[in-house]
């Protein structure tokens, strides 16, 4: 390699790097304009099939035959695939083991797939698989929380957590207050249902298009059912038209199905759900039923907290036993737990089931303990907020001297707490006093219309609570002509991970960002990848991605040094140009000449997050890499004739660290706040005595619209970065802002209080529909 002549340098042009800035979705424009592929847009091969499912009709009941002679008998109607037409395992390779592919001798749900019929169009498949007769023999069924608890029906063992003497302390407590709550599913209603598309390939092996969160996973699935290695299964996944948690495991029954009839039948086959089939097949978010009893003091701080969750999990695991975990480690939210005993039930139910929904369980945590503060608050006849303050983590010594009120019930210091700057920042610039008091006037002089406010607090923690999940491997590729190339193991569903990527890998090879194209997620390019979740999407693969990046750099800043006679540490990538002490080159003529030197211009990256161990068996260690934290304002009003409600005003501050795009970060605070709002005003879930779900379509179903959303939502971001070494110093931002709406909640139950005076707690079901609204205004 030849030493070239030195060039005078060129002038340093100052450059808004990638990161931090309020760029663009990287599909955005081609998304408005309609030009973008979700998989019912991918050109189809020849010979592609169709499926539809066939669902179960009852609860719970043997299964004694199908008839399906009347669907075969249908126009372009191919085949009916049922359990016996299985290569492989009938079981799905769920962790759990007990969930079929198909229903075998018995049926646990109405919704339940039995198997599948193929027909030449998708409308011939449906309608042919509403003519398969079933034989079902009923047996009883458990249908609620309160009987499975009766008949100890669990998917999985209970959970057991304690930290110091709840028992006794509640003996010596000043006060104690006794209560329940209950709080609904929510349906993911994602804009593209569930979807997947299974072609043939040569030596029997498999491309499987699918709208998952976990391509890892269906790999695996699909693998496992057909009999084969994981290796001979490819899984591609451009982007999702929202998954919210609903495609991280639930994605892979549909890929298995089209997989099976596509192995019975040599051809490619789709299988795409409509939405009340959607419905009636897929889980929700978890129900929860809450007993408790709260011991605290004259000034409102717990001293002592008895706790039952039951959750309520439908006929199989699925991800019920990590959810409930979820909901014990959030069960503190932003509060110190003096002594505690937590009681967690996984109750199986003959309805669908319930899986991963944005939060994780962590909603179900954190609205329970902020019931209680409101309850207290009310007890004593005291300012919420002044309640919720008082028992903050802080660095306060505890009464016996073992420690500080900094440790959480499962044995984590909070060693990044910025909970009392951040809610008292909040309180000023939301004027929350001075609107207490105003509300408080009005409704003195109001007899129907009562409006209540209510200020929460959000502590969430930040990584997969399964320790082997975090971590990630990602691709990067410099082309001769400058351009590069990403590809990593997370998804993207509408919340800017690729884009987030694109960002930091611009930043590290000092290129714009337009010179960056992240690539559809494939088992095939980054294996063994795991979910995207946890809100953990951008630290994993970010990282990851950034380390290849860098690995690129390095060699490129090498054969520079090579050229120019320098250090390594001398050379600066910024703005499209590559600087060394004597010469400025082009980033393009550096990547042209390097690859004429035969230099590696590609590059791995893998990033495992550090400091986190956890025994779950204890539940016990440090789970989380960091805390994302936050709080919410909101004021409602409540009509006390008819109980319908509205949010008039809310007002945020969040941490998402150092935003990497603070654009996407305020639009996933925006639509998280909305999405934790529905599931606790509107969206409610009915399954009528016979476990049949009732509101199955958007026309029962009811997720916020645009009208719900009040015209004063004010977010702001905190101003601090990640105390933690995570890329960029940023912080999560996917799942945290959900739980900001149990603020309205509260606001809710602060209303109905107002309306109907005394100290007694609220009793308001979760969502609080108008119905709901009136039972807790007359309790």
């Not at 903050?392 to 073992?402: H, R």
Request: aromatic fraction near 8%; hydrophobic fraction near 40%.
């Amino acid at each position: 390699m030849s030493k070239k002549p030195a060039s005078p340098a060129l002038p340093v042009t100052p450059v808004t790097p990638a990161a931090g800035s309020s760029l663009a979705h990287e599909s955005a424009a081609a998304q408005v304009a309609g030009a973008v592929h979700y998989i019912d847009d991918l050109p189809e091969v020849r010979g592609t099939l169709h499926a539809a499912p066939i669902l179960s009709t009852q609860a719970h009941g043997k299964l004694r035959a199908v008839d399906a002679s009347a669907a075969l008998a249908m126009p372009g109607v191919v085949a009916v695939i049922l359990a016996r037409d299985i290569p492989g395992d009938p079981m799905l390779a769920a962790f759990a083991g007990d969930e079929p592919v198909f229903a075998m001798d018995t049926v646990q749900f109405i919704g339940q797939v039995i198997g599948v019929v193929i027909a030449k169009t998708t409308m011939q498949a449906r309608h042919a698989a509403r003519k398969v007769k079933l034989d079902i023999e009923p047996l009883p069924a458990i249908l609620s929380v309160k009987d499975a608890l009766a008949a100890q029906s669990y998917v999985l063992p209970p959970v057991h957590v304690r930290r110091g003497d709840a028992q006794a302390a509640l003996k010596t407590a000043t006060h104690t207050l006794s209560g329940t709550l209950e709080v609904g599913g929510q349906e993911h209603f994602y804009l593209e249902g569930q979807i997947a598309y299974v072609i043939p390939m040569e030596q029997n092996q498999w491309t499987v298009y699918s709208s998952t969160q976990h391509p890892g996973e269906v790999q695996h699935w699909v693998a496992h059912a057909l009999g084969i290695d994981n290796h001979a299964v490819r899984v591609e996944c451009r982007r999702m038209g929202g998954g919210f948690g609903g495609k991280e495991t639930q994605a892979g029954h549909l890929a298995v199905w089209a997989a099976v009839a596509a192995a019975k039948l040599g051809q490619a086959v789709k299988l795409r759900l409509d939405r009340d089939d959607d419905f009636m097949v897929t889980g929700k978010r978890h129900p929860f039923a809450y007993e408790y009893t709260a011991g605290f003091d004259a000034s409102g701080r717990l001293t002592a907290l008895q706790l039952m969750m039951a959750a309520n999990c439908g006929f199989s695991a699925d991800l019920s036993g990590p959810v409930a975990d979820r909901a014990i480690f959030h069960s503190d939210n932003a509060y110190y737990l003096e002594a505690v005993e937590i009681a967690s039930y996984r109750c199986k139910t003959n309805t669908q089931s319930h899986t991963a929904f944005r939060g994780f369980g962590g909603p179900q945590g954190v609205i329970l303990i902020e019931a209680i503060m409101g309850d207290i608050a009310r007890h004593l006849n005291m300012d919420p907020l002044d309640v919720r303050l008082c028992n903050l983590y802080s660095d306060e010594p505890l009464a016996d001297g073992s420690g500080k009120r900094d440790t959480t019930h499962y044995q984590m210091r909070v060693e990044d707490n910025i909970l009392q700057p951040l809610i008292t920042t909040l309180e000023q610039s939301s004027n929350y006093r001075a609107r207490r008091a105003e509300i408080a006037a009005w409704n003195e002089k109001s007899s129907v219309i009562k409006r209540g406010v209510a200020l929460t607090p959000v502590k969430f923690g930040i990584s997969f609570t399964a320790t082997l999940f975090n971590q990630a491997g990602a691709l990067v590729h410099v082309y001769t002509d400058g351009s590069v190339q990403v590809n990593h193991g997370g998804t993207e569903m509408g919340q800017g991970l690729h884009t987030k990527v694109a960002q930091i890998v611009a930043d590290e090879l000092g290129i714009p960002f337009h010179k960056v194209l992240a690539t559809a997620s494939d088992t095939s390019k980054v294996a063994n990848a795991s979910a995207t979740a946890a809100s953990a999407g951008t630290d994993l693969n970010g990282r990851a991605a950034q380390f290849a990046a860098r690995h690129v750099r390095d060699n490129l800043a090498a054969f520079v040094c090579g050229l120019d006679g320098c250090g390594a540490g001398a050379i600066r990538f910024a703005g499209g140009q590559v600087h060394s002490p004597t010469t400025t080159r082009s980033f393009d003529d550096v990547v042209k000449m390097a690859y004429a030197n035969r230099i590696q211009l590609w590059s791995d990256g893998f990033y495992r997050t550090p400091k986190i161990h956890y025994d779950k068996h204890t539940l016990s260690g440090r789970p989380f890499y960091y805390f994302a934290y936050g709080a919410a304002c909101s004021e409602v009003a409540i009509d006390t004739l008819t109980g319908e409600s509205r949010v008039l005003k809310v007002d945020i501050l969040h941490d998402v660290g150092r935003s990497i795009n603070p654009a996407i970060d305020i639009g996933q605070i925006e639509g998280g706040f909305v999405q934790g709002m529905g599931w606790l005003t509107t969206e409610q879930l009915v399954w009528n005595d016979k476990g049949y779900l009732s509101t199955h379509a958007p026309s029962t179903y009811k997720i916020p619209t645009a009208g719900d959303v009040p015209e004063h939502l004010k977010v702001a971001l905190w101003h601090e970065a990640n105390r933690e070494d995570n890329v960029f110093g940023s912080k999560a931002v996917g799942e945290p802002p959900f739980m900001l709406g149990i603020s309205v909640f509260e606001a809710l139950r602060d209303a109905v209080a107002q309306a109907r005076g005394g100290l007694a707690p609220v009793q308001l079901v979760a969502p609080a529909t108008a119905e709901n609204v009136l039972k807790a205004l007359k309790s």
